[in-house]
Nanobody, 115 residues
Framework: QVQIVESGGGLVQPGGSLRLSCTVS????????MGWYRQAPGKQRELVAR???????NVADSVKGRFTISRDNAKNAVYLQMNSLKAEDTAVYYC?????????WGQGTQVTVSS
């Protein structure tokens, strides 16, 4: 069945950077708009960035200028480069299709921004 695996999270100081990776198996990857979502404690999951098969991107206002999404269709992979991290970026990060109605959720990767 479809499997989504996220990686690359960790503990980072404010102002630091992380690069998240996600691989998706057993789908026609290039057929999907993909996105990175995050869920902070006590909050709803939110979409922070999306990318079309052709590489067109959109990011949420809260991360604009700091986060960049990219993908490699040959590797069934999507990435999130996160720079200038803030405490409010602390969350579990997930990748999924946009909208997230057809694929299962992975386990996510925890990002903690703290000094």
């Amino acid at each position: 069945q479809v499997q989504i695996v996220e990686s690359g999270g960790g503990l980072v100081q404010p102002g630091g950077s992380l690069r998240l990776s996600c691989t998706v198996s057993r789908i026609t990857f290039r057929a999907y708009v993909m996105g990175w979502y995050r869920q902070a404690p006590g909050k709803q999951r939110e979409l922070v960035a999306r990318i079309t098969s052709g590489g067109s991107t959109n990011v949420a206002d809260s991360v604009k200028g700091r986060f960049t999404i990219s993908r490699d269709n040959a590797k069934n992979a999507v990435y999130l480069q996160m720079n200038s991290l803030k405490a409010e970026d602390t969350a579990v990060y997930y990748c999924n299709a946009v909208p997230a109605t057809t694929l299962p959720w992975g386990q996510g990767t925890q990002v903690t921004v703290s000094s």
